[in-house]
């Protein structure tokens, strides 16, 4: 990998037009930004854009972030897609991305930066906080080839931009799982995922809202699965609000929806993301994608086979989830979550 550290107001400038060079990382207090170099069918492939892409980045390049934005073109909107982890997202964002139509940004770890300076910004902070988010998300939705559309699907822990994201008219999908397939998930990728799921609880816990709610101490003796309960609500009761607005731009989409018909939801999903995506694109790639993990290409992983593994995780953890999701339904951190989010895709 190349490696350069020095820039001029002339490279910044050369920088800012050039999609190849990614906003990879944003060091929020020096006001840095790292570039990594990767083409369109890297970014493409690639089921995370953070520190797992590094094969297909072939140089990487710092530059000021503030003098970057102002010379970035405006571009126009992306879309995007929401999520509460565990349901699908990636497959989704893959499934909607058609090389010289769509390309999807699964997870680019900048955004997950803005979103900190966003969720640590207090009082004249916040609206400077806000503008690194847009400059951000608009550095990601410089197009490869003119026409394209940037669909993203940010990680989960930066749903705390969506409110930003829906206001500013960007078409937007919020994805969610049940709370028992939350959970199953959980428990399917063992000890890892526990800990991810704290993490997240920790994050969340900074968003001055749900789990903020929730006193330290109190939290310290919840079990794994208390945890993962909490904050799969957390971001359900988000996009309860969110979607509660009755903002045009957003809608719902429940992940079964989604694995029991592909091509009609993503049809659906294509139209309200202003995602110029024919039928016959929809059908390549749903028989392309929709037969395989969607982190691990070489994998086979069918919709059946994930029904049949959350089958025997069921039988196994009846008791233990049925006790959850009873212990789950008395809790409310800030507001009411039904079984189904409001304002769904298919109506």
Same mark, same amino acid.
């Given at each position: ?17 050039? =999609? ?27 089921? !995370? ?5 590094? +094969?297909?980045?072939?140089? #990487?390049?710092?530059?000021?972030? @503030? ?13 995007? &897609?929401?999520?509460?982890? *565990?349901?699908? #997202? ?6 909607? @991305? ?7 940004? +699964?997870? =680019? ?7 900190? %300076? ?18 951000? %998300? ?25 409110? /930003?994201?829906?206001? #500013?008219?960007?078409?937007? &999908? !919020?994805?969610?799982?049940? /709370?028992?397939?939350?959970?199953? #998930? ?17 994050? !969340? ?8 709610? &929730? ?6 003796? *919840?079990? @794994? ?13 988000? *996009?309860?609000r969110i979607l509660s607005s009755g903002a045009a731009n957003v ?21 309200? /993301? ?10 390549g790639n749903v028989a392309a994608v929709f037969s395989k993990n969607?982190? !691990? ?15 025997? /995780? ?34």
């Open positions: 990998m190349t490696t350069a550290t020095n820039t001029t107001p002339k490279d910044v400038g050369a920088l800012a037009r050039d =999609p190849a060079w990614f906003p990879h990382a944003l060091d929020a207090n020096r006001r840095l930004l790292a570039l990594a170099r990767i083409d369109r069918s890297g970014l493409s492939n690639e089921p !995370f854009l953070d520190q797992r892409m590094q +094969k297909s980045v072939t140089g #990487s390049m710092t530059a000021p972030f @503030d003098a970057l934005a102002s010379a970035a073109p405006a571009n126009p909107p992306p879309s995007f &897609i929401f999520h509460t982890a *565990f349901c699908c #997202s990636t497959l989704m964002a893959k499934a909607l @991305d058609s090389n010289g139509a769509v390309l999807g940004l +699964k997870e =680019p770890n900048v955004l997950m930066d803005a979103a900190n %300076v966003l969720r640590m910004a207090n009082g004249a902070g916040v609206e400077n906080a806000r503008k690194t988010v847009s400059a951000t %998300v608009n550095l990601l939705a410089r197009p490869h080839q003119a026409g394209e559309r940037i669909l993203i699907k940010p990680t989960n822990t930066a749903n705390n931009i969506a409110p /930003l994201i829906v206001a #500013s008219g960007a078409p937007v &999908i !919020f994805l969610y799982g049940d /709370l028992r397939g939350f959970l199953l #998930s959980v428990l399917k990728k063992g000890e890892a995922c526990k800990a991810f799921t704290r993490k997240q609880y920790t994050i !969340f816990a900074l968003d001055k809202e749900g789990v903020a709610s &929730i006193p330290e101490r109190q939290a310290l003796g *919840f079990t @794994d699965l208390q945890i993962a309960a909490l904050v799969w609500r957390h971001q359900m009761e988000l *996009f309860t809608r719902s989409l429940y992940f079964r929806d989604l694995l029991k018909n592909p091509q009609a939801v993503l049809k659906a999903a294509a139209a309200h /993301l202003k995602l110029d995506l024919t039928d016959t694109m929809l059908t969607s982190k !691990f290409e070489d994998q086979e992983y069918t919709p059946e086979e994930r029904s049949r593994d959350e089958s025997s /995780l069921e039988s196994r953890h009846r008791t233990e989830l049925d006790m959850i999701e009873g212990w789950a339904r008395q809790v409310k951190l800030a507001a009411d979550v039904g079984d189904r989010l409001p304002n769904p895709l298919l109506g």
